[in-house]
């Protein structure tokens, strides 16, 4: 088993790339758990300067070789688009500090698999911010499905939907495919479920069958940057043609002979940021959403079902060592950064990762590229694609 080990997080400082929603909330993470925030860089030296103020962050970088001459950066946080991560963590890597990079790991296998291969050769930590898996109750269901709790797991089945793309006014970085990659709701949200799902089920997804479907093809860019989930301003915009996917249906066969189902869709009316899964087993059946996220249903044949509410003193070891505060404070999305970040800074702590991590690595990052690479040509082809290796 697998659970951080006490450590002093005041010995590590950490480095920020990336000013936007998500860069803020690792930001304010680091600090809750006692890291030093030692600076942000951004997509110009004025962005940095004016969030880093915003934030009461001290420094603000003007590139990312002044920020790894930074004798107090240990740790890089790396959330700026999809693009720029390949460059930046092989950067990272090179000058000997840990990374935590924001998924999808790269814009593709070919990337990812070299960053694999440069982080195992480094010894450093190197995670990807899957933080959904820290949700306490989603690492009691690790733990529970590998206690043997569900039994044999034969089918997994969920969604993941939002409502922010669903104007042909809403404009992100993620739907130019440049900046994104060429797969965009199941990239930006589709990998979070199939990691999360892989990680309580233990099982490997071995080949996928997907329908992708653009449904807005012609959007309006506004003529500036747009942080991610923010409304359109009104102002001037450009119109811009759309290829990548609005929404997704896949099928999923894994190793073991279980059959999984997904819905992926970033244009769902009323459906802010909901993903949920449901695991059945051949004893029991589990199943959870990020919209209640201190509840879990517990699925039986012959007695009741349950519903667990999360709370340390009724967990697995494993999920209680995710949970923050005492039941019935209801924890959040938030949260699930600061479980992940006193995880990661442990294995830092450690000198090196544990045998099973609980965060995702860079292998679960890459693994979700291949699964994308599979998830695009199945599209295409209109057949069932194997993962490759
Ligand atoms: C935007 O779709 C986004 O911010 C994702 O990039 C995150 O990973 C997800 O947690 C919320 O939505």
Do not use: C
């Given at each position: 088993m697998s659970t951080s080990q006490p450590f002093?997080?005041?010995?590590?400082?950490?480095?920020?790339?990336?000013?936007?929603?998500?860069?803020?909330?690792?930001?304010?993470?680091?600090?809750?758990l006692g890291v030093k925030v030692t600076g942000l860089l951004g997509s110009s030296p004025e962005r940095a300067a004016e969030r880093a103020?915003?934030?009461?962050?001290?420094?603000a970088y003007e590139s990312l070789d002044q920020l790894l001459d930074d004798p107090a950066v240990n740790v890089v946080h790396v959330t700026s688009p999809n693009r720029f991560h390949f460059e930046q963590v092989k950067q990272i890597l090179a000058a000997g500090r840990h990374v935590v990079c924001e998924k999808p790991l790269a814009v593709s296998s070919q990337e990812s698999a070299e960053l694999v291969k440069l982080a195992a050769d480094s010894g450093l930590i190197a995670a990807v911010n899957y933080n959904i898996?820290?949700?306490?109750?989603?690492?009691?269901?690790?733990?529970?499905v590998r206690d043997g709790g569900l039994g044999e797991i034969r089918l997994i089945s969920g969604h993941y939907l939002q409502d922010w793309l669903l104007h042909d006014t809403d404009w992100n970085w993620r739907l130019d495919p440049k900046e994104g990659?060429?797969?965009?709701?199941?990239?930006?949200?589709?990998?979070?479920?199939?990691d999360l799902t892989n990680f309580i089920s233990g099982q490997k997804v071995t080949s996928v069958f997907a329908e992708l479907s653009t449904?807005?093809?012609?959007?309006?860019?506004?003529v500036g940057p747009v942080e991610t989930f923010s409304q359109g301003g009104g102002g001037e915009t450009v119109e811009r043609q759309i290829e990548t996917d609005d929404t997704a249906l896949i099928l999923l066969r894994?190793?073991?002979?279980?059959?999984?189902?997904?819905?992926?869709s970033q244009v769902s009316a009323g459906r802010k940021n909901s993903l949920q899964?449901?695991?059945?087993?051949?004893?029991?059946?589990?199943?959870w959403h990020s919209e209640t996220p201190d509840h879990l249903w517990i699925g039986h044949r012959g007695k009741p079902n349950e519903i667990l509410q999360r709370d340390a003193s009724?967990?697995?070891?494993?999920?209680?060592?995710?949970?923050?505060?005492?039941?019935?404070?209801?924890?959040?999305?938030?949260?699930?950064?600061?479980?992940?970040?006193?995880?990661?800074?442990?294995a830092v702590a450690a000198g090196g990762p544990p045998d099973e991590p609980l965060y995702a690595t860079f292998e679960d990052g890459h693994e979700e590229m291949l699964i994308c690479d599979a998830v695009l040509r199945s599209a295409k082809e209109g057949c069932w694609v194997e993962i490759g290796s």
């Open positions: 002093n997080p005041g010995d590590f400082g950490a480095a920020v790339i990336g000013t936007g929603f998500i860069g803020t909330v690792h930001a304010e993470a680091l600090r809750r103020r915003q934030i009461g962050v001290e420094k898996r820290f949700y306490p109750l989603n690492q009691h269901a690790h733990r529970m990659g060429a797969l965009r709701a199941v990239g930006d949200i589709g990998t979070h479920w199939i449904f807005i093809k012609t959007r309006q860019q506004p894994y190793a073991n002979g279980a059959r999984g189902s997904l819905t992926v899964w449901e695991i059945d087993g051949s004893q029991s059946a589990a199943s009724l967990m697995n070891a494993t999920g209680a060592a995710a949970a923050g505060l005492p039941g019935g404070h209801v924890e959040g999305f938030a949260d699930t950064f600061y479980a992940l970040y006193r995880n990661v800074y442990g």
